[in-house]
């Protein structure tokens, strides 16, 4: 599975298979990071723009969030 990543939520048995974007947002989020942070990697990497890169983003954590397979905290 050359770049991708599958994400495991243990306790709903469930398997996630991440591309090699997914698996690069996966990545990044290993540490504290404020998605326009992922957004600049991204669009540095990739060819995607600024407000397709936010929206694929956000609904890739947004759903990520609701696997409880990341956490989205407020920034300062």
């Known amino acids: 599975m050359d770049g991708e990543v599958v994400a495991m939520n243990a306790a709903k048995g469930v398997?996630?298979?991440?591309?090699?974007?997914?698996?690069?947002?996966?990545?990044?989020?290993?540490?504290?990071?404020?998605?326009?942070?992922?957004?600049?990697?991204?669009?540095?990497e990739y060819d995607v723009d600024a407000a397709t890169c936010e929206q694929q983003v956000v609904a890739m954590l947004e759903a990520m969030v609701r696997e409880n397979l990341v956490e989205i905290t407020p920034g300062a």
Request: glycine share 6%.
């Open 15 to 44: 398997c996630f298979g991440l591309n090699p974007v997914g698996s690069r947002v996966w990545q990044l989020t290993a540490s504290p990071i404020r998605i326009a942070e992922i957004c600049e990697i991204l669009q540095r």
